[in-house]
């Protein structure tokens, strides 16, 4: 199972960074994990939201391969404050789905002002981590951790103590 995480911009926090190189290398037990870091827009200063939404949008399509709006071969999951929230239990019987389903599962993660339209429309599923919300670099750990969870649940490892 090939399991992709692409993130908008870089980390800025070393104990954000550190906490992702821990659960990186604990997943790597259990998947073919990758990340993949879209540089974050030059002179973003200058754009409206919405232009910042659409130029970053772009970059996640090419990531993601996306063709005429098409996706194949893998599922696109948005993290999105408007996606599905779910327990750990109930999520790792979904990623379990997903992954016996599809060849690669990319979870993204994007900027500040989330997602352009066309972004959403190849999406396969959009989840929320929390009704809080978090930095996007906060989110980035917080994943991490509940992917590693999600892996040692679906293998009946005692990480996770329902």
Request: net charge positive.
């Amino acid at each position: 199972m090939k399991i992709k995480l692409i993130c908008v911009g870089k980390t800025d926090f070393s104990f954000v960074e550190e906490g992702m190189k821990l659960y990186c290398s604990r997943l790597k037990h259990y998947c073919k994990f990758s990340e993949v870091y879209i540089p974050a827009l030059k002179g973003a200063s200058s754009l409206s939201k919405d232009q910042i939404k659409e130029k970053e949008g772009e970059l996640i399509l090419r990531e993601i391969g996306a063709v005429k709006g098409k996706v194949s071969g893998k599922k696109v999951v948005l993290l999105d404050e408007r996606g599905e929230s779910l327990s750990s239990e109930a999520w790792a019987a979904k990623l379990e789905k997903d992954l016996a389903g599809e060849k690669e599962v990319c979870f993204v993660i994007g900027g500040a002002y989330g997602f352009s339209k066309a972004v959403y429309d190849v999406a396969g599923g959009m989840l929320s981590l929390s009704r809080m919300t978090f930095s996007h670099q906060i989110v980035r750990l917080i994943f991490l951790e509940q992917l590693y969870r999600a892996m040692t649940i679906m293998k009946g490892e005692p990480y996770h103590h329902a």
